[in-house]
């Protein structure tokens, strides 16, 4: 399996200051909030946006929600990982067992 980074693609911030001002400096902020976003991989994505929501303190997972696209559950995750209550291994992007099961184990004769 490669280890190499797959992006994500650039996700389209819909808060309503995008929407008014797309050339304003908010707009301009979170585009370089998405830029960062789509480079990192999961287990730092997730984390890297947790932080910028603890920062933007009451609220900030959803206002983080809606301009990076993720989801409210894995913000909150990422939270939880950068208090280090949801530690994970070294090397490690997901917990052992999370993700796709490898073809061989989802069809028989394969």
Not at 19 to 36: D, K, S, V
Not at 46 to 68: E, F, K, N, P
Not at 89 to 103: C, D, E, L, S, V
Request: hydrophobic share 35%.
């Amino acid at each position: 399996m490669s280890k190499e980074n797959t992006t994500m693609e650039l996700h389209c911030c819909a808060c309503a200051a995008c929407r008014e001002h797309p050339y304003g400096i908010t707009a301009q902020h979170h585009r370089a909030i998405n830029r960062l976003v789509a480079w990192a991989d999961e287990h730092r994505r997730r984390q890297l946006v947790a932080l910028l929501a603890q920062q933007q303190g009451y609220g900030g997972i959803s206002l983080m929600s809606r301009v990076t696209g993720l989801d409210r559950n894995t913000i909150a995750r990422g939270l939880r990982e950068l208090r280090g209550h949801d530690r994970l291994a070294p090397g490690r992007i997901r917990h052992a067992g999370a993700g796709r099961q490898p073809i061989e184990a989802s069809v028989p004769g394969c």
